[in-house]
């Protein structure tokens, strides 16, 4: 199975972090699925580390460096991706979802059919398929 790992799943799985799961974890290591992350991964962490430097001690270029030394493949952002954004379904009566990263990489898994792996409580209230809570 083709995963694609959310920002903070791919930076926990970097620092081997106690807050990923042990179900996300297993997910990781089976070396039947093959890892990926999001260029939109890499532009989101670009931007928290501009603004704050003190709290984000990595910018994209070594996280980009650190996926691609760990085996992990670079999915690039398509337009098909930017067009799946208008395809997506949220479950009625959720809150508005303003993460502009978020909702790409769920277009993302949709339209490459891989399972995101998330930890965000914001993203299961789409009703999409691809999403793998963890």
Request: hydrophobic residues 45%; proline residues 4%.
């Amino acid at each position: 199975m083709n995963l694609l790992l959310d920002t903070h799943v791919l930076l926990w799985t970097l620092i081997d972090d106690a807050k990923l799961s042990e179900k996300a974890r297993a997910m990781i290591d089976d070396f039947e699925n093959v890892i990926f992350y999001s260029t939109a991964a890499l532009w989101e962490v670009q931007i928290k580390y501009e603004l704050h430097p003190e709290a984000l001690e990595i910018d994209a270029e070594l996280l980009r460096d650190l996926l691609e030394d760990a085996g992990f493949g670079e999915l690039p952002i398509r337009g098909a991706h930017t067009i799946a954004l208008g395809t997506l379904k949220k479950r009625e009566g959720t809150p508005p979802h303003r993460d502009p990263f978020d909702r790409l990489m769920i277009a993302q898994a949709k339209s490459e059919k891989m399972r995101l792996l998330t930890a965000d409580g914001k993203m299961q209230y789409y009703d999409e398929e691809c999403i793998e809570p963890v």
